[in-house]
């Protein structure tokens, strides 16, 4: 639990990423916190909101309590409106019928860029990680919300590889490099709501969460991060949030 709360980090993360979507929006979301924010912006103030998963599912009903552990699973199926080939689906995206992006990742940098394949050497990485899946391409493709823990080792001043494009050396270069859609959106994480300079493309924190200060992001991040001159204060989840989060799953078992 949180200090002076009734909520775990895990809730805040969620339900700060929630109230991020927008009612009718498609959100190519990946399991864990990403699929909690999405379903519960669904119960909650988004009835329009579609999930779709990299395995091929547009549209699925999540049922409380059984949440899916990958995007490949069974669960991901029941009475969803469509179901398609990945290639397919990586098409929707290719075609802009994707509005939003929505996974963690090992490393982010200040920039946004995202790593999810290998820490260290890449002769002789020190950690091999997941890899790219279809990470590349809703990057590349879709406005992106990162949900993630605030730790140093995550935060980094370069990521060891760029699985997932950001704002790659920030100003124009993503659109220099051919990437004319998408970016960074925001990067939620259990301190902050973090965004990204206009023109720099550089991120900061645009909002702390309860009880959190500037200096403990900044002392939790690998980089000099800059403040917004307005920044806010999250508001707590509600006992409403809380309790449909809750149902949807019990547990809580999601760690960013």
């Known amino acids: 639990m949180t200090e002076n709360s009734n909520y ?16 009718g929006q498609t959100v190519f979301a990946g399991v864990g916190i990403p699929l909690l924010a999405a379903t519960l912006a669904q119960r909650l ?30 669960r991901c199926t029941r009475r969803a409106n469509m179901l398609l080939s990945i290639t397919d689906v990586l ?27 290998f820490i260290g050497d890449p002769t002789d990485p020190a950690i091999r990680l997941p890899g790219t899946g279809g990470g590349n391409d809703i990057s590349s493709l879709t406005q992106m919300i990162v949900a993630i823990k605030h730790e140093k080792r995550r935060f980094v001043d370069k990521v060891d590889f760029i699985t997932s494009p950001g704002f790659l050396g920030g100003g124009s270069t993503r659109a220099d490099s051919g990437l004319s859609t998408g ?25 702390l969460h309860p009880g959190v200060t500037a200096e403990q992001v900044r002392d939790n991040t690998g980089f000099d991060i800059r403040i917004d001159d307005d920044v806010e204060t999250t508001e707590p989840p509600s006992k409403a949030e ?15």
Request: hydrophobic share 40%.
């Open 91 to 117: 098409l929707l995206l290719q075609r802009g019928y994707v509005d939003v992006g929505f996974m963690g990742g090992a490393q982010i940098d200040r920039y946004g860029n995202l790593n999810s394949s």
């Open 242 to 256: 809380l309790d449909v989060l809750r149902h949807l799953d019990p547990e809580m078992l999601y760690i960013a």
């Open 8 to 23: 775990t980090a895990s809730e805040l993360l969620a339900v700060a990423s929630g109230r991020l979507l927008e009612d």
């Open 183 to 207: 970016g960074m959106y925001r990067v939620v994480t259990d301190l902050a709501i973090l965004d990204f300079d206009d023109e720099t493309r550089e991120m900061k924190i645009a909002a």
């Open 45 to 74: 103030h988004g009835p329009g909101l579609t999930i779709l998963f990299e395995g091929g599912t547009l549209g699925p009903f999540v049922v409380p309590g059984e949440l899916p552990p990958s995007t490949n699973e069974q």
